[in-house]
């Protein structure tokens, strides 16, 4: 399928993170209301293409209903999209390879209308690593490249990291595939985006460590970074809900995106509470929370991210970050309270729930043990 820029010169790309997807779909109020915010934000951006960043499914499902429910569920994530003729791309999240489910996803995807999901390489790690590139809207000249990265599972040594990285050999690819491309370009590097599950472990520079007083707002970092609690510095902005789950090794892909050139921007999933975003030496890095009510949220929270590109500057883009709320929706699948709740609200309030089952745990302990002693003394 060739992507090309309209007449107008625009090219809109709308982003859905998370939605983890189970067997239940039909009767679930959850997935009625991530169909509302789809449906929604399809009508509105009316998008030259669609990403879902993933973690679409969240359940063996192949196992527990069978070959046609499997199909069916996963089929139903995109159908929005799919109705409306609209391409789109679904990488690979950790979820996906759980179960080791990736080339009958991948294979039921590419057998709809508009799915661009393909593994370009197959010799190198990951189950679907490849590039598409946007045409000027008179379809002759190559304009802009999209990179869609398999970021892999968990690491196999997890005493080196939890999440796995990109590979060398995958980082390898990308350099190989941008020399190619700089060549097409008259010798420039071609303007990218990159959209992969796992966030690069630089998406920790858009954060600072907190300072005593911003401890009630802050995040837990993750990994080689959970001793401590971070804001977004100055200039990022967006939502820090939690900690990147970044991986502990850094493999080098953010400094090929460096050393190459052209990356613009670079999105992820993966974190469902996160929808920050800001520059790391001159690449916007965002990270994309749950377009769905499956996985952990913080709350009626869940939105879409939009970027438009301009064929005509081709340096710069814009991005739009829109909730649920926002669209005017009603929320059905969570209760009043947390329906209501702003984000940081909603985990404080958390917070002090567990923090209540701890002290009423402690002081149950507490009175329990006195008892004891008591009953022994006497
Ligand atoms: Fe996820
Ligand atoms: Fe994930």
Redesign the pocket.
């Not at 809109?12 to 959850?30: A, Q, S, V, Y």
């Given at each position: 399928m060739k992507l090309k820029f309209n007449k107008d010169g625009k090219f809109k790309i709308l982003l859905f993170g998370?939605i983890h997807e189970t067997g239940d779909f039909r009767t679930n109020p959850k997935f009625k209301d991530m169909r509302k915010l789809m449906n929604a934000a399809l009508d509105e951006y009316k998008p030259d293409l669609c990403v879902l960043l993933?973690?679409n499914c969240d359940d063996d499902v192949l196992a527990n209903k069978g070959p046609e429910e499997f199909r069916k569920m996963l089929i139903a994530v995109c159908e929005p999209i799919i109705n409306r003729n609209i391409p789109y791309a679904l990488i690979l999240?950790?979820?996906e390879h759980d179960y080791r489910l990736e080339d009958q996803i991948v294979e039921i995807y590419q057998n709809t209308y508009g799915c661009i999901t393909r593994n370009e390489e197959p010799g190198i790690t990951g189950d679907a690593n490849w590039k598409d590139i946007i045409y000027s809207s008179d379809g002759k000249t190559p304009k802009f490249c999209l990179w869609f990265i398999d970021s892999n599972n968990v690491c196999c040594d997890r005493s080196l990291s939890h999440y796995d990285y990109v590979h060398h050999d995958q980082i390898r690819w990308f350099e190989r595939e941008s020399a190619k491309l700089k060549e097409l370009n008259g010798g420039k590097p071609m303007p990218s985006f990159v959209f992969q599950?796992?966030p690069v472990p630089e998406e920790y520079q858009l954060m600072r460590k907190a300072h005593l007083w911003e401890l009630p707002w802050s995040a837990k970092g993750y990994g080689v970074h959970s001793k401590n609690r971070y804001v977004l510095k100055k200039g990022a902005t967006g939502y820090l809900g939690e900690g990147p789950?970044s991986p502990d090794v850094n493999s080098g892909q953010f400094a090929s995106w460096k050393k190459v050139g052209g990356v613009l921007g670079a999105f992820f999933?993966?974190?469902h509470l996160n929808d920050m975003s800001g520059y790391v030496d001159g690449i916007f890095l965002a990270q994309h929370k749950t377009a769905g009510f499956r996985a952990y949220t913080d709350g009626c929270k869940s939105c879409v991210r939009l970027l438009t590109l301009d064929e005509n500057n081709l340096s710069t883009f814009e991005q739009e970050l829109k909730h649920f709320k926002e669209f005017g929706l009603k929320c059905e699948s969570l209760g009043p309270i947390f329906r209501t709740l702003s984000d940081r609200q909603s985990i404080n309030l958390h917070i002090l729930g567990y923090s209540a089952l701890a002290i009423g745990g402690v002081t149950a302990a507490g009175i329990a043990v006195k008892k004891l002693i008591d009953k022994t003394g006497g």
């Amino acid at each position: 399928m060739k992507l090309k820029f309209n007449k107008d010169g625009k090219f809109k790309i709308l982003l859905f993170g998370d939605i983890h997807e189970t067997g239940d779909f039909r009767t679930n109020p959850k997935f009625k209301d991530m169909r509302k915010l789809m449906n929604a934000a399809l009508d509105e951006y009316k998008p030259d293409l669609c990403v879902l960043l993933g973690d679409n499914c969240d359940d063996d499902v192949l196992a527990n209903k069978g070959p046609e429910e499997f199909r069916k569920m996963l089929i139903a994530v995109c159908e929005p999209i799919i109705n409306r003729n609209i391409p789109y791309a679904l990488i690979l999240g950790n979820h996906e390879h759980d179960y080791r489910l990736e080339d009958q996803i991948v294979e039921i995807y590419q057998n709809t209308y508009g799915c661009i999901t393909r593994n370009e390489e197959p010799g190198i790690t990951g189950d679907a690593n490849w590039k598409d590139i946007i045409y000027s809207s008179d379809g002759k000249t190559p304009k802009f490249c999209l990179w869609f990265i398999d970021s892999n599972n968990v690491c196999c040594d997890r005493s080196l990291s939890h999440y796995d990285y990109v590979h060398h050999d995958q980082i390898r690819w990308f350099e190989r595939e941008s020399a190619k491309l700089k060549e097409l370009n008259g010798g420039k590097p071609m303007p990218s985006f990159v959209f992969q599950h796992t966030p690069v472990p630089e998406e920790y520079q858009l954060m600072r460590k907190a300072h005593l007083w911003e401890l009630p707002w802050s995040a837990k970092g993750y990994g080689v970074h959970s001793k401590n609690r971070y804001v977004l510095k100055k200039g990022a902005t967006g939502y820090l809900g939690e900690g990147p789950c970044s991986p502990d090794v850094n493999s080098g892909q953010f400094a090929s995106w460096k050393k190459v050139g052209g990356v613009l921007g670079a999105f992820f999933g993966h974190d469902h509470l996160n929808d920050m975003s800001g520059y790391v030496d001159g690449i916007f890095l965002a990270q994309h929370k749950t377009a769905g009510f499956r996985a952990y949220t913080d709350g009626c929270k869940s939105c879409v991210r939009l970027l438009t590109l301009d064929e005509n500057n081709l340096s710069t883009f814009e991005q739009e970050l829109k909730h649920f709320k926002e669209f005017g929706l009603k929320c059905e699948s969570l209760g009043p309270i947390f329906r209501t709740l702003s984000d940081r609200q909603s985990i404080n309030l958390h917070i002090l729930g567990y923090s209540a089952l701890a002290i009423g745990g402690v002081t149950a302990a507490g009175i329990a043990v006195k008892k004891l002693i008591d009953k022994t003394g006497g």
